[in-house]
């Protein structure tokens, strides 16, 4: 009986790091993978910003695929990937907004200062919506395609190598679909 006791701690000790190294083989160990990814997308909230238009379920089932960006006008990393929205706006790309936790009128501001990328914002001031869509932080961005059904999350601001190697393309591949 006293072999096995001291036998088990190193058994047990190479199982866990087996599961460790199996687990840094993923090709990204940091993503978190969406639980959403080929459901249709969550309930948005149902309020606006200022006269933007109001995001809604038909925005996202529109035919287009359409960015869905969780941002706030408070949010340092939002600001850094804002020129991003604006030149994917600029491209004709279709970005809509959920601007979480957030005062209206600083975030109006923000837009007014800052320029406006999204064709409609929906508002979630207490950080209730976002939790429907699996958001923590923002910014945090989903592509949607035509029939709105979520084909990609990606959590971060959309700059650096991460936006260009899996952001990019994911867009890319959407919008070039049927």
């Not at 701690?9 to 639980?35: C, H, K, T, W, Y």
Request: hydrophobic share 45%; proline share 10%.
């Amino acid at each position: 009986m006293h072999k096995w006791l001291m036998i088990l701690p190193p058994i047990l000790f190479a199982g866990l790091a087996a599961l460790f190294l199996l687990g840094m083989q993923r090709e990204n160990p940091s993503d978190i993978p969406s639980v959403f990814i080929g459901r249709p997308a969550p309930v948005l909230p149902a309020t606006g910003l200022g006269d933007i238009p109001v995001l809604t379920a038909a925005d996202l089932s529109s035919g287009e695929v359409t960015v869905v960006n969780f941002w706030a006008s408070w949010c340092p990393p939002c600001r850094a990937e804002h020129p991003v929205l604006m030149d994917m706006a600029a491209k004709g790309i279709r970005v809509a907004g959920v601007n979480m936790m957030d005062d209206d009128a600083k975030a109006l501001k923000y837009l007014e200062d800052e320029g406006n990328p999204f064709f409609a914002v929906a508002t979630d001031p207490q950080g209730r919506n976002r939790v429907e869509w699996g958001v923590t932080a923002p910014p945090e961005t989903f592509i949607i395609s035509g029939n709105g059904t979520v084909l990609f999350k990606f959590i971060g601001p959309l700059v650096g190598t991460d936006y260009e190697n899996r952001f990019k393309p994911a867009l890319e591949a959407a919008l070039a679909a049927p």
